[in-house]
């Protein structure tokens, strides 16, 4: 799995012309399955998300997490994360979960972190969505939680 946290000031996520989700100083988490994902790897990127040191201390250095600051989570679906870009100028998406898989691990990554961190928002799997935030730093960071090599694979 696939998460792209942006530490925000704030940020939003309108959908049709409604606004599904906001929050104010916290993380915005691009968030994509990726194919052999399952909960194990959704669990495993949930506690290092909420664990990450991005948030300053007093003394200026990001020694905080989101659960430190009780910070809002803004939880995107987007599956474009695992785009293969390796060959050609047309991304590959065939390193992304099934739409099914995607919305099941989504669906289970939200409801595992409100009950974990509880100010989370969403945004809405399969929509078109506009996403707004004021990026603080600018800070981003790219966590990746694969799941383990079958015996096959590692040889």
Request: hydrophobic share 40%; proline share 6%; charged share 25%.
């Amino acid at each position: 799995m696939i998460g792209l946290l942006q530490r925000v000031s704030r940020a939003e996520v309108v959908v049709d012309g409604e606004c599904i989700g906001t929050i104010e100083r916290g993380l915005l988490v691009l968030l994509c399955a990726e194919r052999g994902d399952s909960e194990k790897e959704a669990d495993a990127l949930l506690k290092k998300m909420l664990s990450y040191r991005v948030f300053p201390d007093d003394a200026g250095k990001m020694n905080r997490s989101v659960a430190d600051i009780d910070g809002g989570i803004l939880l995107v679906p987007q599956f474009t994360l695992a785009a293969d870009t390796r060959t050609g100028t047309r991304p590959s998406f065939t390193p992304a979960a099934s739409p099914e898989e995607g919305r099941r691990l989504f669906d289970y990554f939200v409801a595992q972190s409100r009950t974990l961190h509880g100010r989370i928002e969403t945004g809405r799997f399969g929509a078109d969505m506009k996403v707004s935030l004021t990026n603080d730093g600018p800070v981003t960071f790219w966590l990746q939680v694969k799941p383990p090599l079958t015996p096959a694979q590692a040889v």
